[in-house]
């Protein structure tokens, strides 16, 4: 990978500890997966603890990262968002070394997100469908992860 998510990484590196370089090394793509699923909870302009809680789990689940190490790694992934990324190059180039699989299951975590404040608000809606199309994912594969996360949180499909 290269361009943006490069930046992303000096930025990220230049910004940590001394300490923590090595190993911000060896999770640089998981903390540029929660920088898209803080985008999406930033979406509606209501950064809710629900959200926040839901990025900490899918991290902690999906990516392994151990709790002591989760404060460092929110706290890159917030000052990463802050810089308001580029989403277009910041998902395009994200993606290149993605298989079908993984696609298909950060756009199911960025849903997580979305729906754990219980609301799956149209701005939060239209960030995933663009990351959606960004992963070269088809619409169906958009509107199934969407129903299979609107169920487990019990949220309404009809009409989706």
Same mark, same amino acid.
């Given at each position: 990978?290269?361009?943006?998510?490069?930046? !992303?990484? $000096?930025?990220?590196?230049?910004?940590?500890?001394?300490?923590? $370089?090595?190993?911000?090394?060896? #999770?640089?793509?998981?903390?540029?997966?929660?920088?898209?699923?803080?985008?999406?909870?930033?979406?509606?302009?209501? !950064?809710?603890?629900?959200?926040?809680?839901?990025?900490?789990?899918?991290?902690?689940?999906?990516?392994? =990262?151990?709790?002591?190490?989760?404060?460092?790694?929110?706290?890159? =992934?917030?000052?990463?968002?802050?810089?308001? =990324?580029?989403? +277009?190059?910041?998902? *395009?180039?994200?993606?290149?070394?993605?298989?079908?699989?993984?696609?298909?299951?950060?756009?199911?975590?960025?849903?997580?997100?979305?729906?754990? %404040?219980? %609301?799956?608000? +149209?701005?939060? *809606?239209?960030?995933?469908?663009?990351?959606?199309?960004? !992963?070269?994912?088809? *619409?169906?594969? !958009? #509107?199934?992860?969407? =129903?299979?996360?609107?169920?487990?949180?019990?949220?309404?499909?009809?009409?989706?």
């Amino acid at each position: 990978m290269s361009g943006l998510l490069d930046e !992303f990484r $000096q930025k990220v590196l230049s910004s940590s500890r001394k300490e923590k $370089q090595d190993e911000v090394k060896t #999770i640089d793509d998981k903390i540029a997966l929660g920088v898209l699923l803080w985008v999406v909870a930033e979406a509606d302009e209501k !950064f809710l603890p629900e959200e926040e809680e839901k990025i900490k789990e899918v991290l902690s689940s999906y990516c392994k =990262i151990p709790e002591g190490d989760m404060p460092y790694i929110i706290g890159s =992934i917030e000052e990463a968002a802050k810089q308001r =990324i580029d989403l +277009y190059r910041f998902a *395009h180039e994200l993606s290149e070394d993605l298989d079908y699989e993984a696609k298909v299951s950060i756009l199911e975590n960025l849903f997580r997100v979305a729906c754990s %404040d219980k %609301d799956l608000d +149209y701005k939060e *809606h239209e960030v995933i469908r663009k990351v959606s199309k960004l !992963f070269e994912l088809s *619409h169906r594969d !958009f #509107i199934q992860a969407k =129903i299979k996360v609107k169920r487990e949180f019990n949220l309404n499909i009809a009409g989706l």
